[in-house]
């Protein structure tokens, strides 16, 4: 036993530089099931997920470079790029780092 430990926060790994982050901290792409591939920011969508940091330089390379379309195994293009580079224009430039003790307790992740 090492004390008290931060209740687990859910982690994904950023499509464009494989940085390991809180969920909270990244956002969710997702290519529908019904074909169209957006941004959603609920998290709860179906279909094929990626996660990129609130950043736009990992937009940068998800979107100019590939790696999205690869991690989504699809081509993006058309509206929906437009869309997601939109998106990506509201983002900073770098995301913040965060001080390392992060207080989680808004998010109620045990819905089911
Ligand atoms: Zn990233």
Do not use: N
Not at 30 to 46: A, F, Q, Y
Not at 58 to 82: N, P, Y
């Amino acid at each position: 036993m090492k004390g008290p430990r931060p209740r687990k926060v859910p982690q994904r790994t950023c499509v464009a530089c494989r940085t390991v982050r809180a969920k909270r901290d990244l956002v969710r792409i997702v290519r529908t099931l019904e074909g169209p591939v957006i941004v959603d920011t609920t998290g709860k969508k179906s279909g094929r997920g990626a996660y990129l940091c609130r950043q736009q330089s990992c937009w940068d390379v998800g979107l100019r470079r590939g790696a999205l379309d690869r991690a989504l195994k699809h081509s993006i293009t058309g509206e929906d790029r437009l869309a997601l580079e939109s998106f990506a224009a509201t983002l900073p430039p770098r995301l913040e780092e965060s001080p390392s003790a992060v207080t989680e307790h808004h998010l109620d992740d045990r819905r089911a």
